[in-house]
């Protein structure tokens, strides 16, 4: 006999199928698919357009003469770039008492860039901090850098506030060590951008990874699904026999002939006297009540 599925069962597991994939489609769309670009390769950050030494000949031409460029890094690209210095530390993230984030001042192609380092990069920010002063004191520089990812996203207005302050505040040293060239536009040295480390679109790596594994989990569920469609795993279900039919099935077994003998004695000569054999058989209820019915009709 063929295996075939029970139509509303297999309707039932085709409505937990389509909504399970549904529900990760969702999960990975709320993160942005960032999963994706994590496990991709994250671009090199630019705050100006700068020339591909890689891709072009010397002086970053090609063979016909075409220079060939970098663009610069734009808000929503997931990036990575070495920190090798640390001017300065210009505004703080706060929950609480507690300080989540950091922002800091980074030289990258002639800017001062924003980096937003998150609580756990703090140990490694305060070795670059204080690596940079050595250099700026002049005693002298270990060549410590860190590597960091995440996204590029708009300098919000509270914190480009704060940077051009602090800018304000050290602007005279900064030329006068040739860090930046002399202007009175801060437009010009400050990026309108900054680096939200250990970011991949509006949410963290933790987040982006927790949102893909449930999707991830949600897939696994919903091709379980499928398969079990696939091999007929929603049969017919057996349904067991009511009980009243097993008793009356037993009954039926134990319906049978009973025969009983009688023996009459002789009181005086104590001899078996007995003649008459009598047979007495069980009849089924509904027997005996036809009998009885045509017996008084």
């Known amino acids: 006999m063929t295996k075939t599925n029970d139509p509303k069962r297999e309707h039932s597991a085709w409505i937990r199928c ?28 630019t705050a100006i357009e700068t020339p591909d030494t890689e ?27 070495e920190v090798f210095l640390d001017l300065g530390r210009f505004a703080e993230g706060t929950r609480g008492d507690t300080v989540t984030e950091r922002y800091i001042v980074v030289p990258v192609n002639g800017k001062m860039v924003a980096f937003c380092f998150p609580q756990r990069w703090f140990d490694s920010e305060d070795a670059i901090y204080q690596a940079t002063q050595n250099l700026l004191t002049g005693t002298g520089f270990d060549g410590s850098y860190i590597r960091v990812t995440g996204t590029v996203t708009e300098l919000p207005e509270d914190v480009s ?3 051009y302050d602090w800018f304000s505040e050290n602007k005279e040293w900064l030329e006068q060590g040739g860090l930046i060239p002399q202007t009175d536009d801060y437009a010009d040295v400050l990026l309108d951008r900054m680096v939200k480390v250990d970011y991949v679109g509006h949410f963290t790596q933790t987040v982006v990874v927790v949102l893909s594994v449930l999707a991830g989990l949600c897939l696994l569920y919903a091709l379980y699904e499928l398969i079990r469609i696939l091999c007929k795993g929603y049969a017919v279900k057996q349904t067991e026999e009511a009980p009243e039919l097993a008793e009356l099935e037993e009954s039926d077994e134990d319906d049978e002939s009973i025969e009983v003998e009688i023996t009459e004695s002789d009181p005086e000569t104590g001899e078996d006297v007995t003649d008459v054999e009598v047979e007495i058989t069980e009849e089924a209820p509904e027997a005996a009540e036809s009998e009885d019915t045509n017996g008084e009709a």
């Open 161 to 163: 506030t704060q940077l």
């Open 55 to 81: 891709a072009a000949e010397p002086m970053g031409s090609t063979e016909d003469g075409e220079t060939v460029t970098i663009p610069a890094s734009q808000v929503g690209d997931y990036v990575q770039s």
């Open 18 to 45: 389509c909504a399970a994939v549904l529900l990760a489609v969702i999960l990975l769309a709320v993160s942005g698919f960032g999963i994706f670009k994590m496990l991709g390769t994250p671009k090199d950050f």
